[in-house]
Each structure stands twice: as C-alpha cells, then as structure tokens.
Antibody
Framework: EVQLLESGGGLVQPGGSLRLSCAAS????????MSWVRQAPGKGLEWVSG????????YYADSVKGRFTISRDNSKNTLYLQMNSLRAEDTAVYYC???????????????WGQGTLVTVSS | EIVLTQSPGTLSLSPGERATLSCRAS???????LAWYQQKPGQAPRLLIY???SRATGIPDRFSGSGSGTDFTLTISRLEPEDFAVYYC?????????FGGGTKVEIK
C-alpha cells in the first residue's frame, strides 16, 4: 500500500525558513518523479514544485522560484522541500504527491499524503 | 500557463439527482490531459478521472468525464451522500500543471 507521510510543518515568522519531509513507502520511490502541492486555508490547489526520479531535474512554480528548493534522498525514500524567505502568502497545507503510475505523466497524481500545515505569521 | 475556470462555484442538489460540473481551459489541453479530483473537508484530494474520461481505480461508474480541447465536463449520474464535496479539474499536459478554482457540490 502506498503511503506518503509529511512532516515538518509549523508556525514560522515572515522571512524565516522551514524544511518539510515526506516519507514514502509501499512503492519503489526511486522510480517516480514526485511533487509538492499546496492549499491555502479555504482556497484551491496550487502545484509548488516537482523533481525527477533521480533528483537530477527540478521544477518550480513562479511563486516560489528562488525561495524553495526541492530534493530527495532515494536511499531514505524521502522527499524534501526547503522553504526560505517565507511570506504570509505561503501559509497553506503542503501535500506530497505521487504520480498515478509510471506512464510518464509526472503531474497526474494518484496518491497524496495527509498534508502538513505551514503558517507564516508574526 | 493554462488557466482553468470551473462553473458553477457551488451546486446545490439533493441525493439521487444528477450533477454536471464544467471546466473550461484558456487554451487547448494537450491530448485531453485533463483530470478531476474530489476533496472532502480535512482530506487530501482523490483522483477520480484522468485523460478526460477514464475512471481511476476504484471509482464508481456513476462518475463520468467528457470533453476535449477547451471544454470538459464531470457528471455524477445519481448523487450519493458521500459525493457531497469539492471537485477540482486539473490539466497535466503542459507545465506548469494547473487547477481550476473548484466546484462545491452541497446538499440542497
């Protein structure tokens, strides 16, 4: 059974940093591109960042480019999101998401974690 | 980027009724790479439909998707109590992937 377990969320001041983790199990982690998707309170879904299966290619939404860094450790089956220079508008639940299958559609997410809440406030 | 516009914002219906949700794209969606997700309060989204019309594993056949190009539709043939939720469309053929603003299906 595929499981994705996010952690690392919390309250941080504007300008601060936070690192999110997503522990994956139940599938061959190193064979899949992975993504982070966020949802501001009461709002819709927004793709944040993606990373290839090897970690060699990374992709970002314009809203976080230059501030967030996605990475992965395939030996630990873990996905990360380093968030720097945080702003109030980054407040959201952050989900780790896995593609439905290995068909190459990186952004068709068939599996999601339960999410971790990041609150940016003074 | 492709902007997806969902309508209506809220749909008030009774159990047993038919629900028709619309998703319109600002430009043609490549090869119908259009998905629908269901989200209930406090839960992660769940994939319902991909490729505009293919049901994901375990999704009941009362859910169906149709459309191509810039106009797509999610139909729930007969609403069950567990279907009252928010539904999002998403395109995954162009980068960045984008979502519509969502349609809330509420109990009338």
């Amino acid at each position: 059974e595929v499981q994705l377990l996010e952690s690392g969320g919390g309250l941080v001041q504007p300008g601060g940093s936070l690192r999110l983790s997503c522990a994956a199990s139940g599938f061959t982690f190193s064979s899949y591109a992975m993504s982070w998707v966020r949802q501001a309170p009461g709002k819709g879904l927004e793709w944040v960042s993606g990373i290839s299966d090897s970690g060699g290619s990374t992709y970002y939404a314009d809203s976080v480019k230059g501030r967030f860094t996605i990475s992965r450790d395939n030996s630990k089956n873990t996905l990360y999101l380093q968030m720097n220079s945080l702003r109030a508008e980054d407040t959201a639940v952050y989900y780790c998401a896995k593609p439905r299958d290995r068909s190459g559609y990186y952004y068709l997410w068939g599996y999601w974690g339960q999410g971790t809440l990041v609150t940016v406030s003074s | 980027e492709i902007v997806l516009t969902q309508s209506p914002g809220t749909l008030s219906l009774s159990p047993g009724e038919r629900a028709t949700l619309s998703c319109r794209a600002s430009q043609s969606v490549s090869s119908s790479y259009l998905a629908w997700y269901q989200q209930k309060p406090g839960q992660a989204p769940r994939l319902l439909i991909y490729g505009a019309s293919s049901r994901a594993t375990g999704i009941p056949d009362r859910f169906s998707g149709s459309g191509s190009g810039t106009d797509f539709t999610l139909t729930i043939s007969r609403l069950e109590p567990e279907d009252f939720a928010v539904y999002y469309c998403q395109q995954y053929g162009n980068s960045p992937p984008t979502f519509g603003g969502g349609t809330k299906v509420e109990i009338k």
